[in-house]
C-alpha cells in the first residue's frame, strides 16, 4: 500500500467528514476521496495497464487520478497543458505508456491520429462527476520505466526535449513528510492550487503534503485561478479567487507573486487568511520580497528542482532570511563542488527514462550557490548560464533579469555578453490595453535598473521584443523561465548589429 493512500485510509477512518478536496462544484470528504480512488483504482487494474499519462485541467478528478495510479501502482505520466505537439508526441513516444486519461480527447485523437498511433477508446470514467475517457494506445516502440517508478515528471526545460525523471512513491512522500514538517502545514489549513498539477512543485505541494496532514485542497480549473494560454493571467480573477477560498497557504511562481503585490498596491484586496505564501521555480528579485514583507504578506521563498523530488530548501515562519532560499529540509543535505555548483541529497530521483539509473550518492544541479553559517542557501544562478564578459567578469544573467523586471514596464527579459564588451538584454515591455509602452520608458526602466548592479553586469543596450516569451513560441519554459539559445537564435542579427554599431563608433 502507497504512503499517500495510507495517510488517506486514516483521515477517512478517524475523520471521514473532514473535507479532503473542494473543486468543479464538488466537495469530497476523506471518505468520499477514498471511495473514489479505490473505485478508479479497481477500473484501471481490470484493463491490465502498466503506464497511464493524464491530460486533464487542474480539479478534484486530476487528484483522483493521480491516487488511484499510485494505489494501483501504475507509473503515472502526467502531461502538462502547455505542451505543444510536438512535446506531447515526445513524450508518447519515449514515456512507455499504454494508456492516456484525458479531458480532451478530441484534439489527443487527432494527434494520435496525425501520428499513426494505433488507439481506441477503452472507457469513459466519471471521476468526481467528472468524464474522463481512458483511451489505449499500442506502441510499436517506447522507453519502459524503472519497475519501482511511480511517476514520470517532465519537464519543458530551457533547452532541448524535454526528459522524462523517474520517482518512487516511497521518496515522494518523503519529501512530502519533510515539506509539511519544515511550513507547519496542519488539518486546519486549506490549499488553494494555483499551478498546474502536471507541474511536479503543485503536485508534491498541493496535492501531497496537504492530504498527508489532513488538510483541505481547493483545486479550481486554471480558468477559474485567472490563468489562460501558457502564460496570461488575469489578475482581478486570481486575486478574487485567492480571497474567496479563503486559502491559508498556497504556492505561486514570481510572476504571479509580482501580479500580486502590484493589485494590492494599486488598491485591491488583500487575501488576508494566507499564513504561508511560498514562492519558486524561478530567481525572485530582493526588490519584491520586500515589497511583498511591507504590504505583510507571507511569502516564503523556496528553491527545488525535479531531479530532487520538487523541493529541496524553503524559508518558513521560524527559520526566515530574505535573500535566500531557506534552509535544508530534513531529508537533504546539500555539499558544493570546487566551482560552488549544488549538489543535493536526499529525495533523489531513480534517473532520466530511457537512460541507465542514477545510483551516485550527490545529484549536481546545475545551480551555483553557497550556505551561510546559520544553515540558510543561497542562489548565484545557472553554472551553464552565467558567462564571462570580455573584461574577465562573471555574470549571472538570472541577477540581472530580475532586476529588470522588478521595473513596472518590464514584462520578460533575457540578457546576453558572454564574450563581449557589454551586456544586451532582450525586452517584452508590459502593455496596458492599446496603450504601448514607450521608449523612453523602457529606457528610464533599465536606467533604473542599472542602478542596482554594478558597472560590468549593467545593461548598456536592449531590443525591444518583437513577441512575448511564451511556451507555444518556445521561448520561455512552463516554470517561467527564458529558453536562452532559442531567444538569442531568434534575435541573433539583431544582437549582432549593436555589437558591429559599438564597435565602430569605437574604431571612429
Given at each position: 500500500?502507497?504512503?499517500?493512500?495510507?495517510?488517506?485510509?486514516?483521515?477517512?477512518?478517524?475523520?471521514?467528514?473532514?473535507?479532503?478536496?473542494?473543486?468543479?462544484?464538488?466537495?469530497?470528504?476523506?471518505?468520499?476521496?477514498?471511495?473514489?480512488?479505490?473505485?478508479?483504482?479497481?477500473?484501471?487494474?481490470?484493463?491490465?495497464?502498466?503506464?497511464?499519462?493524464?491530460?486533464?485541467?487542474n480539479g478534484p478528478a486530476w487528484c483522483i487520478a493521480d491516487l488511484a495510479c499510485l494505489q494501483a501502482e501504475l507509473t503515472l505520466t502526467p502531461i502538462p497543458?502547455?505542451?505543444?505537439?510536438?512535446?506531447?508526441?515526445?513524450?508518447?513516444?519515449?514515456?512507455?505508456?499504454?494508456?492516456?486519461?484525458?479531458?480532451?480527447?478530441?484534439?489527443?485523437?487527432?494527434?494520435?491520429?496525425?501520428?499513426?498511433?494505433?488507439?481506441?477508446?477503452?472507457?469513459?470514467?466519471s471521476i468526481a462527476a467528472?468524464?474522463?475517457?481512458l483511451i489505449r494506445l499500442h506502441l510499436t516502440t517506447s522507453s519502459q520505466a524503472p519497475a519501482a517508478c511511480a511517476k514520470v515528471t517532465f519537464t519543458s526545460g530551457s533547452t532541448g526535449e524535454p526528459k522524462g525523471v523517474c520517482l518512487q512513491a516511497d521518496v515522494m512522500q518523503r519529501v512530502s513528510h519533510s515539506l509539511a514538517q519544515l511550513t507547519g502545514a496542519n488539518e486546519s489549513d486549506r490549499h488553494i492550487s494555483l499551478l498546474p498539477y502536471a507541474t511536479l512543485l503543485e503536485n508534491i505541494g498541493g496535492i501531497y503534503v496537504p492530504l498527508l496532514s489532513g488538510a483541505t485542497v481547493v483545486s479550481p480549473s486554471l480558468a477559474d485561478v485567472g490563468l489562460s494560454g501558457s502564460s496570461g493571467l488575469d489578475i482581478k480573477t486570481f486575486v478574487g479567487t485567492l480571497i474567496q477560498s479563503q486559502a491559508t497557504t498556497c504556492i505561486m511562481i514570481p510572476q504571479m507573486l509580482h501580479a500580486l503585490v502590484a493589485a494590492i498596491e494599486a488598491g485591491?484586496?488583500?487575501?488576508?487568511?494566507?499564513?504561508?505564501?511560498?514562492?519558486?521555480?524561478?530567481?525572485?528579485?530582493?526588490?519584491?520580497?520586500?515589497?511583498?514583507?511591507?504590504?505583510?504578506?507571507?511569502?516564503?521563498?523556496?528553491?527545488?528542482?525535479?531531479?530532487?523530488?520538487?523541493?529541496?530548501?524553503?524559508?518558513?515562519?521560524?527559520?526566515?532570511?530574505?535573500?535566500?532560499?531557506?534552509?535544508?529540509?530534513?531529508?537533504?543535505?546539500?555539499?558544493?563542488?570546487?566551482?560552488?555548483?549544488?549538489?543535493?541529497k536526499g529525495g533523489l530521483f531513480s534517473g532520466y527514462l530511457g537512460e541507465l539509473p542514477f545510483t551516485d550518492e550527490y545529484w549536481p544541479t546545475g545551480d551555483i550557490g553557497s550556505i551561510d553559517n546559520e544553515g540558510?542557501?543561497?542562489?548565484?544562478?545557472?553554472?551553464?548560464?552565467?558567462?564571462?564578459?570580455?573584461?574577465?567578469?562573471?555574470?549571472?544573467?538570472?541577477?540581472?533579469?530580475?532586476?529588470?523586471?522588478?521595473?513596472?514596464?518590464?514584462?520578460?527579459?533575457?540578457?546576453?555578453?558572454?564574450?563581449?564588451?557589454?551586456?544586451?538584454?532582450?525586452?517584452?515591455?508590459?502593455?496596458?490595453?492599446?496603450?504601448?509602452?514607450?521608449?523612453?520608458?523602457?529606457?528610464?526602466?533599465?536606467?533604473?535598473?542599472?542602478?542596482?548592479?554594478?558597472?560590468?553586469?549593467?545593461?548598456?543596450?536592449?531590443?525591444?521584443?518583437?513577441?512575448?516569451?511564451?511556451?507555444a513560441n518556445g521561448l520561455w519554459t512552463g516554470t517561467g523561465r527564458p529558453r536562452r539559445q532559442f531567444i538569442f537564435k531568434q534575435y541573433e542579427q539583431q544582437i549582432e548589429q549593436l555589437y558591429t554599431q559599438q564597435q565602430y563608433k569605437q574604431e571612429t
Open positions: 500500500m502507497n504512503p499517500f493512500y495510507t495517510a488517506i485510509t486514516k483521515h477517512a477512518q478517524t475523520r471521514p467528514d473532514a473535507v479532503a478536496i473542494e473543486g468543479d462544484h464538488i466537495t469530497l470528504t476523506y471518505a468520499n476521496l477514498k471511495k473514489e480512488t479505490d473505485k478508479l483504482a479497481h477500473k484501471l487494474c481490470n484493463h491490465h495497464l502498466n503506464a497511464v499519462a493524464l491530460l486533464a485541467d497543458l502547455f505542451f505543444s505537439p510536438q512535446q506531447i508526441t515526445h513524450l508518447i513516444n519515449t514515456s512507455g505508456i499504454d494508456a492516456i486519461l484525458t479531458q480532451q480527447a478530441e484534439p489527443l485523437l487527432q494527434l494520435l491520429t496525425a501520428l499513426d498511433v494505433k488507439h481506441e477508446t477503452a472507457e469513459t470514467i467528472q468524464p474522463l475517457q485591491a484586496p488583500q487575501p488576508h487568511t494566507l499564513r504561508f505564501i511560498a514562492v519558486g521555480g524561478a530567481p525572485v528579485s530582493e526588490q519584491l520580497l520586500q515589497r511583498a514583507d511591507a504590504l505583510g504578506l507571507p511569502v516564503y521563498e523556496g528553491y527545488g528542482l525535479s531531479e530532487a523530488s520538487s523541493v529541496v530548501a524553503v524559508n518558513s515562519p521560524c527559520h526566515h532570511k530574505p535573500g535566500s532560499v531557506g534552509k535544508i529540509l530534513p531529508h537533504a543535505t546539500v555539499n558544493f563542488s570546487d566551482d560552488g555548483e549544488i549538489l543535493v540558510f542557501l543561497y542562489l548565484s544562478g545557472r553554472k551553464k548560464h552565467i558567462f564571462i564578459t570580455a573584461f574577465g567578469r562573471n555574470v549571472s544573467p538570472e541577477w540581472v533579469e530580475r532586476e529588470l523586471c522588478m521595473e513596472p514596464v518590464i514584462a520578460q527579459c533575457c540578457l546576453f555578453g558572454e564574450a563581449r564588451p557589454f551586456n544586451i538584454a532582450i525586452i517584452v515591455a508590459h502593455n496596458s490595453g492599446d496603450k504601448q509602452a514607450s521608449t523612453q520608458m523602457i529606457q528610464a526602466s533599465v536606467d533604473a535598473a542599472n542602478k542596482q548592479l554594478p558597472d560590468y553586469a549593467s545593461i548598456s543596450a536592449w531590443i525591444l521584443a518583437d513577441e512575448t516569451f511564451s511556451i
